[in-house]
T-cell receptor
């Protein structure tokens, strides 16, 4: 059974700092891995999707990496801003097309 | 391009009632998935529909059901509501299985 874990559960950093969010999964048989952000009371916003054959994806200040063999992904946020404050969720799409989510990392960027 | 639209945004029901939630996917998207989000269990997969067929189902009781219409719009129905069904119900659509899922803002269901 696929399990997704995100560490840390919460993170508080000063504005301008670079940071890394971690995601691990137990079964390497995945189609893809997707990173989302969720603002309070809102749905999920897709940030990056990495196909199982890819190693990383970049969008602006965000970079996501995937190491399928070790069951790990990281989301790197450069030069963090208060507007980056949100909950970040990692999800893997398993072999049966289910999207399995981690419990998220709550990020607070202090001005 | 319009995003995923879920209606209603908020709903209050009492135990034993039933409820129907609606989701309109992004134009052209044929896959629609439903998720339940609660503080205790996080985000859990309910089911996925593709071209009007249920392609996958999560571990939820039969009280939770869904369907997809020929225009890809989807509905989710929950019968005999229980207090534990209080949650944010999220719908997501995608072009294909290997494409990003795009989420709506959800329907917040409260059971009294």
């Amino acid at each position: 059974k696929q399990e997704v874990t995100q560490i840390p559960a919460a993170l508080s950093v000063p504005e301008g700092e670079n940071l890394v969010l971690n995601c691990s999964f137990t079964d390497s048989a995945i189609y893809n891995l997707q990173w989302f952000r969720q603002d309070p009371g809102k749905g999920l916003t897709s940030l990056l999707l990495i196909q199982s054959s890819q190693r990383e994806q970049t969008s602006g200040r965000l970079n996501a990496s995937l190491d399928k063999s070790s069951g790990r992904s990281t989301l790197y946020i450069a030069a963090s801003q208060p507007g980056d404050s949100a909950t970040y969720l990692c999800a893997v799409k398993d072999s049966s097309y289910k999207l399995i989510f981690g419990s998220g990392t709550r990020l607070l960027v202090r001005p | 391009k319009a995003g995923v639209t879920q209606t209603p945004r908020y709903l209050i029901k009492t135990r034993g009632q039933q409820v129907t939630l609606s989701c309109s996917p992004i134009s052209g998207h044929r896959s629609v998935s439903w998720y339940q989000q609660t503080p205790g269990q996080g985000l859990q997969f309910l089911f996925e529909y593709f071209s009007e067929t249920q392609r996958n189902k999560g571990n939820f009781p039969g009280r939770f059901s869904g369907r997809q219409f020929s225009n890809s719009r989807s509905e989710m129905n929950v019968s005999t509501l229980e207090l534990g069904d209080s949650a944010l119900y999220l719908c997501a659509s995608s072009l294909e299985a290997n494409q990003p899922q795009h989420f709506g803002d959800g329907t917040r269901l409260s059971i009294l």
